[in-house]
């Protein structure tokens, strides 16, 4: 049979719609890290109250990251995801109205990430469950691929659209554009129609199912190092491009200087997937590991050279990383997982991934006090690329190859 296109995934109905609602959520969250960082850099000129804020983000997201696993395998996930959106949409509203008439104080920040976190810790492994429950295997890479494009496509012009907007007339009105995309979003998952499906191996209780999904991995033997590296290279990435970042630029090339060249990490991603969708990734999760020590290159560049040009080709080639830790992650987990452990596998992966980020948040800014901004980022960077030499050495990662998928 001829073989179909990469674009195909987009005419079964119920994945398009999960698609549009996915592009919608991903506009609003192109704009919103970055309009974040300068509302809080506008009210307490500080990288250590700029880490405490996204810190209360990261800390419920990865302390509840686990039991959210285990809830969206119990419940229908695109309901879950729908009632997600839903109360984050209010959320970030709250925080759109407190930023644009000028009342935000810290605090009020850091209890809006607080629940915005919260939410996320379930509507993170409920959303990387819901392609393979959508399309066939074969039609699943092709997925993957488009949704990678949609985000970094979007990624190119909403931080440079959000630079702008935080120029010109205040972080305030990105926040609301982020809220209302939330609500979408919601409306678009709410028109997808899934059979419930029953659960026949779900457990008494949340925590008995966490508990089988947790003697899983154990079981299968490459998430937990997988996730080890990450959790490394996610703290460094935190820490040195998600705070101290935003307060190099805010000092040297603004908040349009720094949009820009973070728009180019998207350019990287979108310009990877093209490629990506001729070839497999046989050792997948070796490529994983070196994808990710690619965000070296940004943070070598911020600790030697701040220039927004510069910088721009550091985020493409870490943008190119991030494209093959995207698909080589997603096409291990839907080839090695079955379909009823996803969530709790992703779960599992995520709060190790993720458990370090509060603290790469919350010492950089100290660190870079007690030493200097520069050395801490070039500090971060040689660890970065460190990790990603051990990590693509070590056999449980280097060993696990993908089989070749039968097209249609």
């Not at 120029?167 to 009105?173: C, F, K, L, Q």
């Not at 703290?235 to 998600?242: F, M, Q, R």
């Not at 090339?253 to 969708?277: M, N």
């Not at 510069?310 to 990383?321: H, K, T």
Request: proline letters at 4%; a neutral charge; glycine letters at 10%.
């Amino acid at each position: 049979m001829k073989r179909r296109d990469h674009l195909s995934p987009l005419a079964v109905a119920n994945f398009r719609w999960f698609f549009l609602g996915e592009t919608v959520n991903s506009a609003g969250t192109a704009m919103a890290g970055i309009a974040l960082a300068f509302a809080v850099l506008e009210i307490s000129d500080s990288a250590s109250a700029l880490g405490w804020v996204l810190a209360a983000w990261t800390g419920p997201m990865v302390a509840l990251m686990l039991l959210g696993g285990a809830l969206a395998d119990r419940l229908p996930r695109a309901l879950v995801l729908r009632g997600c959106n839903l109360i984050q949409g209010v959320v970030q509203g709250i925080t759109a109205l407190l930023v644009l008439t000028d009342t935000a104080e810290i605090w009020h920040l850091v209890v809006l990430q607080l629940i915005s976190g919260t939410v996320f810790a379930v509507s993170y492994p409920a959303f990387h469950g819901m392609v393979p429950i959508l399309l066939p295997e074969a039609e699943r890479k092709a997925a993957y691929l488009l949704l990678g494009q949609s985000d970094s496509l979007l990624r190119i012009a909403g931080p440079a659209l959000s630079g702008v907007l935080v120029a010109t007339v205040g972080p305030g009105w990105a926040l609301a554009a982020d809220a209302i995309t939330y609500l979408v979003a919601a409306a678009f998952l709410g028109i997808m129609r899934l059979p419930i499906g029953a659960r026949p191996d779900r457990a008494a209780s949340v925590i008995g199912d966490f508990k089988a999904g947790w003697f899983f991995v154990r079981a299968l033997g490459w998430v937990l190092p997988v996730a080890s590296c990450s959790l490394v290279f996610n703290a460094l990435i935190s820490g040195a491009l998600g705070v101290l970042g935003p307060s190099i630029a805010n000092g040297t090339i603004g908040s349009d200087g720094w949009g820009f060249a973070r728009a180019a990490e998207a350019v990287g991603i979108f310009v990877t997937a093209f490629f990506l969708a001729r070839i497999t990734l046989r050792r997948s999760l070796q490529a994983c590991v070196i994808g990710f020590s690619f965000n070296a290159i940004p943070m070598l560049l911020l600790g030697t050279w701040v220039n927004t040009v510069a910088l721009a080709v550091g985020f493409f080639f870490a943008g190119i990383g991030m494209a093959v830790v995207n698909l080589s992650w997603s096409l291990t987990v839907q080839e090695k997982v079955p379909e009823q452990m996803l969530s709790r596998v992703m779960a599992v992966d995520g709060f190790f991934s993720f458990v370090a980020m509060p603290i790469g948040q919350l010492i950089v800014g100290p660190l870079a006090i007690a030493f200097s901004t520069q050395d801490v980022m070039l500090g971060c960077a040689a660890l970065c690329a460190l990790v990603g030499v051990i990590g693509a050495t070590r056999p449980a990662i280097r060993n696990v190859r993908l089989e070749p998928v039968a097209t249609v």
